[in-house]
Every structure is written in C-alpha cells, then in structure tokens.
C-alpha cells in the first residue's frame, strides 16, 4: 500500500483570505475529515444491490449497521441485507465491535479496511464504529446518483480524533427552530464527525424548554412580539412569535441524538439573559418589575435575584434539564451579566454583605458555586462562559472560552478543562463573504478558509493544551431567521471545523479540504441543506485597467462574453483584468475536475453606475451589521449594511459624468437593540426639512447637498421603498454621501441599493 501524504500538498492558511488553488492531479478519496492515517491499496472492491453486512458484536454494532445501510439505500439507492454476525468472512461488508482487542484504536477511533474481497470495518467501542461507518458511507457517496454498483477504493484507515469535543452551538432561543429541523441539523453534524450539540434554550427573547414545576415559562416566557412591521399582522393584531419544546420532544430529540452518538449539552443562560424567565415570574428579578419577553438584541440588564426563593427556582429547572439530558456537562451560561440592577437592589446589597462577598463579581460567583453544588449533588458537571472565571469559579467547572481564546488560555492554565468557541474565530453569525447575496449577520468576515486553520491550541504549552476537550462554532441566529439561514451560516464551515478539531494538525491542507469538500456539497444539495456557496462563488472587481475575477477557494473560473452561461469550452480566466466589449454581460463560474461548481453569477455592463448596501463604505464604520427588513410577512426580503451608531455611508470615486438622476431604494427598521450605556455614541441626524424626514445625498459629507429625496412615501411602507430624484450635475468622479434626516435614532433608515441614471 502507499501512504497518502497531505503535508506535500501544504500552505497552511495563515493568510486564508487568499489560499492557493487546489490541485486537480490524483484526487484524493473524498473524505471529511482527513483520518489519521490512510494507505490506499490497489485495486477496488464492487459493492452490489443486496450484498451482504454483517454486523458482530450485540445490539450496538447491528443498530450501526442498519443505520448505514438505510442511509445507503436513501442516497445512493443500493439495499443491503443486514444480519447479526453468523461468518463476517463471507460478508460483502462486516462490522465489528471488539472492545478487547487492544491493538484497535480506543475511543472513537475505528480501524476500516477495503479490499478486492470484501470491506472490514471494526472498533472497540460503538462510537468509534459509528464513526467509521460514516467514513464508509462518504467513500461510497462520491457521487448521489441511484445506483445498483459501487466501486470502493482499496485502502486502510486507522483513525481517531484529535479532540473529544468538536461541536456547535445552535440557538433556539432567538428563533424557534422545529424539532424535524433539530433532527436534521443533528443528523448532518454526526456524517461530519461532529458529536456535540450545545443547545442554547433560553434568553432574553425565549424559553424553549417546558419546565413542569413552572409552567409559565414557556405559558408566557416562549413567546414575544417581534418588534417593528413584523410585531403585527395583517389585521392589525399583535404577532405571538415563539415556540415550546415539549419534554416528549426533547427526550425524542435526545434520543435521536445518541442514537448517532451525538451528545447534547444544554444551556440555561444565568443569571443574566434571563428577561424571559422574569417576564414569566417577575419576582425572580432582582429589580421586581415586569419586563416583557424582549424583541430586542443585545446585552440586556434583567438580572436574577439572588435570595432563596429564587436559587430553589432555578434548582427546579436544572432538576428537570438534567432528568431530560444525560449529558455529563450542564451549560448554566454566566455571559454578560451587566451588574447594575445587583448594584441598585437594597436586597441584593443586602445579601452580598450577609455572604461577605466584596463585590458583584464575587457574588456571581457564589451563584454560579451554588448551582455547581447542585448540579454535583446529581452527577454532573458544570461548564459556563469565561465570565464564570471572575468570580472565582468551582476547580472541576469548564469553562467556554468566548471573548477570544484569552480566557481558555487562562483557565487551562489554571486547570480547568476547556472547550474553544471564540469570537469573532468561531462565531458563525460573522459572514462568510461580502457577496450582497449573504444573508443578515456580522459583516466582519469569518471565512471557510479562516475556519479551516483554526488552532484550538494555539499559543498554549503542552500542560494547558492537554485540558483542552476541544471547540466548537457558536450560531447565535439573532440575524437568522430561518432554517436556510442557519443552515447558510453552519455549512460548509462546520465541515472545515470538523477537520481541524478531528484530524492531525500536521495533516492539515486547504487545497485537498477543497478538492474534498467538493462531493460533500453534492451531499448537502442531495440532504436538503441550504449549503453556502460563498467559498466557490465568482466575485468581481472594477479596476482602471478593467474588470478582475477571484474566488475564495483559488479554483481555477471559466466566464463568457456572449451571454451563454460558462461550460467546458468557455475561456478560463487567466488572471489580469478583462476589458469586454461595451455592453457586455460577463458570466463566469468556478471549476473543479472538469466540471462547475458554484453558481454562474453575472455582472451587468452598467454595474459601474449600480452600488448595493454592501458595496456602499460606512461612514464610521462603528458597529456594522447586515439587517435582514422587518417586511413583508411573507416571501424574499432586503438586507441592510447599516452602522448602528452612525447611519452613514459614502460611495467613493462615483462616475458622475452624464448622470442626471439617482434612485435609492431604502427601508425602515425597528431600532431593536439594547446598547445600554453606548446609546450615548449614536450620532444625531440632521434636523429634517419636512415632517417625514429626507435622505441626503452630499458632495462628500461635508459637502453641498447634489440631491434630496423625501421620505414621506417610504415612511408608511413596511418594505422596502424605491426613491428617484434629480441629481446635481457634476462632472468626473466624486465621493457621494448619504445620510438621513430625521428627529431620534427610531426607526433606523438603511440603504438597500443606489443608482446613477442617465438623462
């Protein structure tokens, strides 16, 4: 056998935003993530509609087995005829679970061999099985059409992973995701080699979980008026948006969940982010008055009280989660707590002096030391945030490292385990692009390729990086609607993540994690899983010398000029800038292994007159976020790149020649967004000339005004409104400024899209 050498293949993507391209020579067996180790043999083994698998070692290995075969007869259409173990010898395919056989690796680790008479798949404990039947399964689903053949490469694998915890978090408190959804999600992080799911369940904005001792957390803590257009309907009544998972629905989720040994870690945020528990039971706020589940984002300042009552209140509720979740960890949350109801509660002060607790920090420490008591006292573990770490916190908690690696670092060091998800490295709510097809999120790019290098132990000596369970991505779906979008924000990323939590770090390569992730898109598109495109998508770039093309993964592109859509015979790009004729619409795709992948994306002739939010600069450039509109209630909607504190953008070097008017399609968006004492650094807007309010268009932003178009007509429509107005003549180019007039910061004006029109 020879060995396949990924180091030879190597740039490490320390400067990922611009990876080399991939290789297209000796493709490499599409597997994700890279195994340890893997020799391929000669030749190939023939798997063949109703071939045999065996499955030795008792009820664990043949459930493996089954699964496997009923994922292969969903995606590829072949069937096989499962059995307990009678003669794995005469098996097209045997499993087997061998729990003494020292000379297997431990854990997840799995030993799989293919050959010209049959395939072997073994392990010494059903987890490692479970995960080498995934390998399996990704070697005979190169491709997802229906077949009665399949052609197996002969190779051996011994593997096993790097880390123990390589996961995501999914936040349903924001957005209530269905529990088919959650099966989905779960189903595509166990084919990634992913095996944990921390399911953030409450917030300020939601309580998902039923809680049967205190029933009106999810009777009133589940549901919210979203704010803005969206809070009511058609008929002018209030929206109730929410939604409840039951208990019979959590156990079955948690059962699904083992079932393809996936742990699920649930989090009941403390004793901040808890605005929806106190709307429910206002005396559990330290502040005693009667807030109303939150339709806002941000850091909210609703704090528990921290008496008696209230600590056997939330005892109640970790009683029930643990009864639900066999999981050793409990995440009891402990991020951004802001202090300042503690420090205006009598009683809270009160307390704190009873305890001889020095401040607050201390005394959330005393809060976060009880519930880890507690949790104690029932078997399991307690893992919060890093902020945990400022009040001192219990030897034995983990802790989450998410203000950047620092504090991991610091915990590990002072030993206690440690999972990395940090901010902004980690934070899959970050976009992956700056294409205007994105969805709403973060501006600030976290791309494949930065995800892909990632280093859960960099910057850690030998001792810290062994306290290291590993790491994983956090998607905060405040910005996410809906199910494609997280599935948009989770995939392909999660991929990239898995390989650099599973496989060797030595291992690591961006060119054949491309070549590889190639077939796992068509596995995603075959699933239903609204996978981004974003890494293989062609962007395009206005130079003076003309117009240039690139993509995030370095493959090679292919474009026309004749208004066909790119194929085999189409030019490739060559690099430089292309000059096309006058009035031409370029079209250009990417390409792998002779054929496309990624979608054909068009540049317009007059694209130079055109400018959407994105492509627009802010102004300041403060707080940036993409803003999905708040309407219409049903189908596509607008998305805004707008700086929360200064609502500003710029369009530098605009062609002005010949332009006589502008149109600007702008919206209105809730100011929903607790910025607490930051509120202070918004800057006001102009005072307005009319009622309504105008948008300016100015000579640079000091400058005369070049336009003025009137709100009055966009101010009574929810969505987005199309504005035109003369346009001062200037000749040459020029830096447009757009700004806002208007009384306070609410509603927040947002730019869509702006274009320069002839006469």
């Known amino acids: 056998m020879r060995r396949w050498s990924i180091p030879g293949l190597l740039l490490l993507a320390a400067c990922a935003t611009n990876p080399p391209p991939p290789r297209a020579a000796a493709p490499l067996p599409p597997l994700l993530p890279w195994p340890a180790q893997l020799e391929a043999g000669h030749g190939h083994y023939m798997l063949r509609e109703g071939a045999r698998l065996d499955a030795g070692g008792g009820d664990e290995a043949l459930a493996i087995a089954r699964g496997f075969a009923a994922r292969m007869a969903d995606d590829r259409g072949l069937h096989l005829d499962v059995a307990a173990a009678s003669n794995a010898r005469d098996a097209a395919i045997a499993f087997s679970l061998r729990p003494g056989d020292a000379a297997l690796p431990a854990g997840e680790g799995y030993r799989l061999v293919v050959d010209a008479a049959h395939v072997e798949l073994a392990a010494r404990e059903a987890r490692g099985l479970f995960r080498g039947s995934t390998t399996l399964w990704q070697l005979a689903t190169a491709t997802m059409t229906p077949t009665a053949t399949i052609e197996l490469p002969a190779l051996r694998i011994e593997d096993q992973p790097r880390f123990a915890w390589r996961g995501a978090m999914l936040d349903s408190a924001r957005h209530f995701q269905s529990p088919a959804f959650v099966k989905r999600f779960i189903d595509e992080l166990a084919l990634a080699k992913l095996d944990v799911l921390h399911w953030h369940l409450t917030d300020d904005q939601g309580w998902r979980i039923e809680i049967k001792r205190h029933p009106r957390l999810t009777e009133i803590g589940a549901w919210r008026r979203p704010a803005g257009a969206a809070g009511t309907d058609v008929d002018g009544k209030p929206v109730r948006y929410g939604g409840v998972y039951t208990q019979d629905e959590l156990r079955d989720i948690v059962r699904y969940a083992a079932e393809r040994y996936v742990t699920i870690v649930p989090e009941i945020d403390m004793p901040g982010h808890m605005q929806a528990a106190i709307a429910a039971y206002p005396e559990l706020g330290a502040s005693r008055d009667e807030p109303v589940v939150s339709p806002d984002w941000g850091v909210h300042r609703y704090l528990l009280a921290v008496d008696e009552p209230t600590i056997a209140f939330m005892q ?341 020649d010949g332009a006589t008017r502008i149109r600007v399609a702008v919206g209105q968006l809730p100011y929903n967004f607790q910025l607490g004492d930051d509120t202070a650094n918004i800057v006001p807007r102009p005072s307005p000339a009319t009622p309504s309010g105008e948008l300016r268009v100015l000579d640079g932003c000091a400058g005369e005004p070049l336009a003025i178009l009137p709100l009055e007509r966009a101010r009574t429509n929810a969505g987005a409104s199309v504005l035109e107005a003369a346009l001062a003549p200037r000749p040459g180019v020029h830096d447009l400024c757009f700004v806002f007039s208007g009384e306070g910061h609410d509603p927040l004006w947002a730019i869509d899209t702006v274009e320069l029109l002839p006469p």
Not at 425 to 437: E, K, R, T
Not at 566 to 584: E, F, W
């Open 316 to 656: 109640d509720v970790l009683d029930e989660v643990v009864d639900l979740f066999p999981s050793t960890y409990i995440h009891i949350g402990g991020d951004e707590a802001v202090k300042d109801q503690w420090k205006a509660s009598a009683p809270t002060q009160a307390r704190m002096r009873e305890l001889g607790l020095a401040d607050e920090n201390a005394l959330q420490g005393w809060f976060i030391a009880r519930m880890q008591k507690h949790l104690a006292a029932r078997g399991r573990k307690l893992i919060g945030w890093d902020e945990i770490l400022e009040g001192g916190v219990p030897a034995d908690a983990a802790v989450m490292s998410w203000r950047g690696t620092k504090g991991g670092i610091e915990a590990a060091n002072a030993g206690h385990p440690v999972v990395m998800a940090p901010s902004p490295d980690l934070y899959f709510d970050h976009l992956q692009s700056d294409a205007g097809d994105e969805p709403s999120g973060r501006p600030d790019l976290r791309t494949l390729a930065d995800v892909h290098a990632f280093d859960a132990t960099a910057d850690m000596g030998a001792s810290a990086a062994g306290r290291v369970l590993g790491a994983q991505a956090n998607l905060w779906s405040e910005h996410m609607r809906t199910s494609a979008m997280v599935e948009h924000a989770a995939f392909p990323r999660l991929a990239a993540l898995s390989e650099a939590l599973w496989s060797p770090r030595e291992s690591h390569d961006w060119r054949g994690f491309v070549s590889r992730l190639v077939p796992q898109m068509e596995r995603w598109r075959a699933h239903g899983i609204a996978a981004a495109q974003s890494a293989f998508e062609v962007r395009f770039t206005d130079t003076p010398q003309g117009v240039v093309l690139s993509n995030q993964a370095g493959l090679p592109m292919r474009y026309t000029f004749d208004g066909r859509e790119p194929d085999a015979r189409s030019p490739i790009y060559a690099g430089g800038a292309l000059t096309p004729p006058a009035a031409t619409v370029i079209r250009a795709a990417s390409w792998f292994d002779g054929r496309r992948v990624g979608p054909v994306v068009a540049r317009a002739p007059d694209a130079g007159l055109r400018r959407a939010s994105n492509e627009l600069a802010q102004c300041s450039g403060k707080l940036v976020l993409r803003i999905e509109d708040d309407a219409p209630a049903q189908g596509p909607r607008a998305f805004f790149d707008v700086d929360l504190f200064d609502p500003c953008w710029t369009w530098p070097h605009a062609p002005l």
